[in-house]
């Protein structure tokens, strides 16, 4: 299939999970309630791609509070009772973050409950996020390692346990969020490629890396106003990207001003193409979805696209990202009729 679609991972969450009614079940815990609310929102997720369209589903990260965190969770030696500020991504923004204070040991499985829910649910394929090594050392503060490489390889051999645990749960694709990557460029080819190989190491299902310049939130779109007419970040770190055994990127490619061309950059990588813009409440067209897989198209052979979303939806509007995921799927429909 030409142009098959999936989104980059995290969709809205239903109003009633942030604050589950315990009143539904007064027989249980909150702890239970709260589950059971999880469970059926991921079901929830899965459902809402399928109608729209969309060919490889996620489980639309319904059972985390963060995309980095919620992996952090389930991981001995990090203290979340206190927090301390840190500036992330170089210092565009603060954040309030846990503290790595002993060897890191996965406590568990960390997202069995929710791949489990999705797999079940869906005969789709099934794609899993998780962040990436140099993300996560970029989302934490370190007051026991006192090394940045030494740490993220620590973080980087419990992402690959739970990779592979995932995959032995029917996941089809394992995608590692790296949007540090266009931040500490030099560090991606020094280190953060081969912490993302050891992440991904032995994986036989298909592996990817997402990329981005971050969610539409105000401290990422007021540093992208400093960036110029054209964002080249990616210039610097796609040949190192294409000579990895990661088989595909996910990257941004409706309203940014990443040249296109760059993606040429990325021999032999399925391109997740993203076709649908996640800073603007505006719901793309069918037509608009199609120019932009084209646009690509001039750069990547047809065969090696992917559309999908600029990153994830999780700070939207919930009915502005469901439009969103119905336009992804009618656009690649369109897209294999016009260009295939």
């Known amino acids: 299939m030409l142009f098959p679609t999936t ?12 604050e589950p009614n315990t009143l539904w079940a007064p027989w249980k815990s909150s702890g239970e309630v709260l589950a059971r609310a999880k469970r059926d929102a991921t079901m929830l997720a899965v459902k809402l791609q399928e109608d729209a369209g969309i060919d490889i589903v996620t489980e639309g990260e319904q059972a985390r509070q963060h995309f980095v965190h919620g992996f952090l969770e389930k991981i001995e030696g990090i203290d979340f009772a206190h927090k301390v500020e840190m500036g992330i991504r170089k210092d565009r923004y603060k954040a309030m973050v846990p503290q790595v204070i002993a060897p890191l040991r996965l406590k568990g499985r960390v ?3 929710e791949a489990g829910v999705a797999r079940t649910h869906t005969t789709h394929k099934l794609k899993f996020t998780m962040p990436g090594p140099m993300t996560i050392i970029d989302t934490i503060a370190d007051q026991y390692y006192g090394d940045r490489v030494k740490m993220a390889f620590a973080f980087a051999e419990l992402l690959n346990e739970e990779a592979r645990a ?3 749960d029917g996941v089809d694709v394992i995608q590692f969020d790296e949007p540090a990557f266009n931040v500490y460029m ?7 490629i081969k912490a993302l190989e050891r992440a991904a ?7 990817a890396v997402h990329i981005c310049y971050g969610y539409g939130i105000k401290a990422n779109t007021d540093w992208k106003e400093t960036l110029g007419s054209e964002w080249r970040q990616y210039e610097d770190i796609f040949p190192a990207i294409a000579r990895s055994p990661i088989q595909q990127v996910a990257i941004e490619c409706r309203n ?13 990588k399925i391109v997740q193409a993203g076709v649908i813009d996640v800073a603007s409440d505006t ?4 037509e608009d979805v199609v120019k932009v897989i084209d646009a690509v198209s001039k750069f990547v052979p047809k065969s090696n696209i992917v559309a ?7 700070p939207m509007h919930r009915d502005i990202a469901e439009a969103k995921l119905v336009a992804l799927g009618a656009g690649a429909k369109l897209a294999r009729q016009r260009l295939g």
């Open 166 to 168: 995932l995959q032995a």
């Open 186 to 192: 030099d560090e991606v080819s020094d280190w953060g």
């Open 256 to 268: 940014s001003k990443v040249p296109l061309e760059l993606l040429g950059l990325l021999t032999g």
């Open 7 to 18: 989104i980059a991972g995290s969709l809205p969450k239903p109003e009633w999970l942030a």
């Open 201 to 207: 190491e032995g994986l036989t299902c298909v592996t």
């Open 111 to 113: 997202h069995a409950d």
């Open 283 to 286: 719901v793309e067209t069918a």
């Open 308 to 314: 999908t979303t600029n990153c994830g939806m999780a």
